[in-house]
């Protein structure tokens, strides 16, 4: 699946980029950015560098000693009750979801974060300013493959307390919708979607933070959003303010123009978009599920999100991803459906004959992995005398129908000609169930990397039914006859 984007070249015009939404991404070069802490007040240091594949998202406090990590993971946040605090390794960071939004938005997969202070700087109080330190930095692909996890099936979140609903259902894209509704007359309902994560750069990461007057009366009492400022929120003004009121903030705020504008806001640049608020609640929504640590493919409806619903919603997609992963991509025999090659052209590949040719059928076949089937009989000439009493398909006998189906794979990706393919390493190999007479082995290998200079790496896996029975990384060579 390819993916457009936009980016800035060193000039700052647009050109778009194409991303391979299949691989995964990385910074070209680290970037920073300096600003104060919303409700610390805390002036910090981000840095974004790049990062391995695999290495997700992890903060660094490089200001405490031993500079601890911190892994973007849901089973690590500690407060959400003024943004996303995560908390590991005696080290705190807080307020990461919009710049873990920016991240996931610009279609990154790796990338650690280091911040001397424990809060990430609030800058306008949207995701736009981490999106252009992205662009800046540059992303590159990796490679290694993306590895996405569908939704299957409906996952359910409700909160009777807060009167929240999040649901997320099959789709074949990451796409997210947001309603809300603080039964404000400035407000009203309100609802933004996200289509494709392509669009979020300009459709959504400039929409800025809200909060209600009263709810910034309440911070304020309690020497909280110390590094407030009109600049970086919205203020939403639903009930009449008077003088003293407007005198006090224009102390706090160390403004001599405060007034309140038709529109019902506090005295703040104009609106991006005319429903901002929503759209900055799905903004949220990206940042808070990156916590989850899987790149998911689903359709999300949040009505009435917030940190903490967004946080539990997200262990509930963990674990149910955790809890099916062990099914991802096992493949599915169906006897009735026409193979890709039957034995006979199997011969015609392979040089293996009876009693050595381990593969009676290939049943799917890409340019990055192969299927085949073995149909393990009573009669095999193995189990005369391999546990007799008790017939147990040989394990080096199952790697070696890995290899068959490799060596067919590794073969048809090769130019013209007669090739045969030697194993010259197995690693990681590991025996998990036993495959008996009557089974049906399903054999399943997939590239590791490209096949470079006749050198062939992949992983091999074998079935029965849903049971992974056998596992294994091997390296074979391509050799011409």
Known sequence: MISQAETKNANGSIMAATFNANKQHTLKTAASISGTGLHTGVMAHLTLKPATPGFGFQFQRVDLPDQPIIKADCDLVTDVSRGTTLESNGAKVST????????????VD????????????????????????????????????????????????????KNVEMVAMPSMNYEITTLIDFNSP?????????????????????????CFLHELEMLLD?????????????????????????????KIFEKEHIEVKSEGYLNNLDLRFPNEPARHKLLDVVGDLAL???????????????????VEFAKKIKQYIKKNKHTRGIPVYNPAQPPVYEHQYIEKILPH?????????????????????????????????????????????????????????????SDEGQY??????????????????????????????PI???????????????????????????VKR
Request: with cysteine.
């Open 222 to 250: 309690n020497n909280l959003i110390k590094g407030g400022d009109l600049n970086n929120a919205i203020v939403v003004v639903d009930k009449p303010v008077g003088d003293a009121e407007m005198k006090r903030l224009k």
């Open 292 to 310: 989850i640590g899987y790149p998911i493919k689903g359709r999300i409806i949040a009505n009435r999100p917030g940190h903490s619903t967004n």
């Open 110 to 161: 790796n990338c650690l974060l280091e911040i001397n202070g424990p809060e990430m700087p609030i800058m306008d109080g949207s995701s736009q300013p981490f999106v252009e330190l992205i662009e800046k930095a540059g992303v590159v692909e990796q490679d290694a493959a993306k590895i996405w996890y569908s939704i299957d099936e409906n996952i359910y979140y409700y909160d009777e307390k």
């Open 452 to 478: 470079r200079r006749g050198i062939c790496e992949m992983k091999g896996t074998t079935y029965v039914g849903n049971k992974v029975c056998a596992e294994a990384d091997m390296v074979a060579q391509i």
């Open 96 to 107: 990461v979801e919009h710049v873990l939004a920016a991240l996931v938005g610009m279609g």
């Open 186 to 210: 400035v407000l009203g309902t309100q609802h933004a979607g996200l289509k494709q994560i392509s669009d979020f750069k300009n459709e959504i990461a400039p929409c800025r933070t809200f």
């Open 420 to 449: 045969d393919t030697y194993f010259l390493k197995i690693d990681n190999c590991k025996f998990k169930n036993m495959v008996k007479p009557g089974d049906t082995l399903i054999l399943k290998m997939e590239l590791s990397a």
């Open 353 to 413: 004959r009876f009693p050595f040719a381990l593969v009676d059928k290939i049943i799917e076949l890409s340019d990055t992995h192969i299927v085949g089937i073995k149909n393990v009989t009573f009669n095999e000439w193995f189990f005369q005398g391999h546990f007799p009493g008790n017939p147990v398909m040989p394990g080096v006998l199952q790697i070696e129908a890995l290899a068959q189906c490799g060596g067919i794979l590794a073969i048809n990706l």
